[in-house]
């Protein structure tokens, strides 16, 4: 029996590669898992309400598209965060944005660009699923540095005219995973400009746009209306898993041009999961009401005053203007964590295992991603672990 060779190149996934490492060792105190970026604050306090009110609902097949409330909430708070008014036609809701973000490529890929084999780039490191993404429709994923010297922002603009004539699609984070870097107005007036130029589509990934060190991050949706861009050059993920603390509700949305959203509702139409009724309706209070998410952010603002402190003299340290990782530089990531682990309990991410070995660098073999989801106190006790052990 054969199997498909696309995928061959894929390696082993981040947290099995983990365990692996780990695992057949002990750890050296009381383990603090600072891993998966899983958030751990409180959710809001209607979701069990709603919940239990609309647990009839689960009896009845659910609309694909999204209730025409749940549709309405999301419109509201993309008017409200970024000032953009989208209809229904520019909106579809998701099983989380990595659903999305795998599915958009699918429906919006073309087999071929200009003849040639079509590119889809990503910075490096990325998010797993956009390596996937590439693959699954036959696309070369071209990985491209995000590092100190880009201001850990992929430089796509840099790539030779005959690499950006093939894109299909450019994959973007921002607040960026893992560094925590955000896209300025000009980076992404600027991309968004790369991309009319040489005729391709970003995907931007803003599912932690609500988690900010000091200032709002802007949002490639009102950056396009600000130029004027074309509305097909651009589709946008964002999920209410970190902004409202609901990772097990698994719901998102998509925000493109109206043809590219026809497109995406096509395909899940006869391959997505339907968000379950109940599902769709926490999710049209959670992106309505904005208390819960500020008292979360203020959680999240205190974790990055904790992090200045533990780390005030290190060299190197940068606390992230996004996000809630810490991307730490190391010696080597895969010696760094497992140190952590047998002499301190302390469970981190190598950062090699977020990133592509290009050319014989791997951009993220000298760092160590910290997820700074535990509850305060736990927090602070492995920031404290880590330093010690690391930079004591």
Request: hydrophobic share 45%; glycine share 10%.
């Amino acid at each position: 029996m054969q199997f498909p060779e696309r995928f061959s190149s894929l390696p082993e996934y981040a947290f099995p590669r983990l365990r692996k490492l780990l695992d057949p060792h002990k750890p050296g105190a009381e383990p603090i898992a600072m891993t998966i970026g899983e958030p751990r604050h409180p959710m809001p306090d209607f979701v069990a309400r709603i919940m239990a009110e609309s647990i009839g609902e689960f009896a009845l097949y659910p609309p694909n598209d999204g209730t025409p409330e749940l549709l309405a909430a999301i419109s509201g708070w993309l008017q409200r965060r970024y000032g953009v008014t989208l209809g229904e036609d520019r909106l579809m809701i998701l099983n989380g944005t990595r659903e999305g973000l795998f599915n958009a490529a699918v429906a919006l890929c073309p087999e071929v660009k200009g003849g040639k084999k079509p590119v889809v780039l990503m910075p490096n490191p990325f998010y797993q699923v956009y390596a996937v993404a590439a693959l699954a429709m036959g696309a070369e994923p071209v990985y491209v540095p995000a590092t100190a010297a880009t201001g850990f922002l992929p430089d796509y603009a840099a790539l030779p005219g005959d690499v950006l004539d093939r894109v299909a699609i450019a994959y973007l984070c921002s607040p960026a995973n893992p560094q925590g870097a955000i896209a300025s107005r000009d980076y992404l007036a600027g991309l968004l400009q790369l991309a009319e130029q040489h005729d391709f589509r970003v995907f931007s990934d803003e599912c932690y746009s609500e988690i900010w060190r000091d200032a709002p991050p802007p949002g490639a949706l009102e950056v396009a209306a600000e130029i004027g861009a074309d509305p097909e050059r651009i589709c946008v993920f964002h999920s209410l898993s970190k902004r409202s603390n609901l990772p097990g509700l698994r719901s998102g949305f998509v925000a493109g041009g109206p043809k590219s959203i026809a497109r995406i509702r096509q395909l899940r139409a006869f391959a997505g999961a339907p968000l379950p009724l109940p599902v769709q309706r926490v999710s049209e209070m959670a992106w309505a009401d904005e208390a819960h998410v500020v008292a979360n952010l203020a959680l999240y603002q205190e974790k990055f005053r904790i992090a200045d402190e533990v780390f005030a003299g290190v060299q190197g340290f940068q606390n992230p203007e996004g996000g809630f990782f810490l991307w730490l530089p190391v010696e080597d990531g895969e010696e760094a964590a497992l140190k952590l682990w047998v002499q301190a309990g302390v469970r981190v991410l190598p950062g090699a295992y977020l990133s592509r070995e290009v050319g014989g660098q791997n951009p993220g073999k000298g760092y160590i991603r910290v997820a700074m989801v535990a509850p305060r106190d736990e927090m602070q006790r492995g920031l404290i672990r880590l330093r010690d052990c690391i930079y004591g």
